[in-house]
């Protein structure tokens, strides 16, 4: 079975996409934080990341940028879920190495269709 990692600090975010997602059959990991999301991958390897950008301790530009520079997890799909909506922060997700950028509030069906499209590669 497929894990995604949830990363956001808004509960009510969190609980939505999670939601979404275990109808889908995908287990879900949830992170409020960089830290508690960094710690979750390095035990149990996420086959997809949905990461808010901002957030209590970093960036999530950050985050992504981190973890594809690092050689275990570049390869983990990261998809970028976040109110930043103008063009220059999607165009910037995309350069820290985001692999999708939905805007909040985030349309279910998309979510589902794009975190698929990366769990059945």
């Given at each position: 079975?497929?894990?995604?990692?949830?990363?956001?600090?808004?509960?009510?975010?969190?609980?939505?996409?999670?939601?979404?997602?275990?109808?889908?059959?995908?287990?879900?990991?949830?992170?409020?934080?960089?830290?508690?999301?960094?710690?979750?991958?390095?035990?149990n390897k996420p086959d997809v990341i949905i990461l808010?950008?901002?957030?209590?301790?970093?960036?999530?530009?950050?985050?992504?940028?981190?973890?594809?520079?690092?050689?275990?997890?570049?390869?983990?799909?990261?998809?970028?879920?976040?109110?930043?909506?103008?063009?220059?922060?999607?165009?910037?997700?995309?350069?820290?190495?985001?692999?999708?950028?939905?805007?909040?509030?985030?349309?279910?069906?998309?979510?589902?269709?794009?975190?698929?499209?990366?769990?059945?590669?």
């Open positions: 079975m497929s894990i995604a990692l949830v990363v956001d600090d808004s509960l009510t975010t969190m609980k939505i996409l999670s939601c979404c997602l275990k109808q889908e059959g995908i287990d879900v990991l949830t992170a409020q934080n960089a830290v508690e999301a960094l710690a979750k991958i390095s035990i808010d950008v901002v957030l209590p301790d970093r960036s999530g530009f950050e985050i992504c940028r981190d973890l594809k520079a690092q050689a275990e997890t570049s390869n983990i799909p990261i998809v970028i879920c976040s109110t930043k909506a103008t063009e220059m922060d999607k165009f910037w997700g995309k350069k820290q190495g985001a692999d999708a950028y939905l805007v909040k509030p985030i349309d279910q069906e998309e979510l589902v269709k794009t975190v698929q499209r990366f769990i059945n590669i």
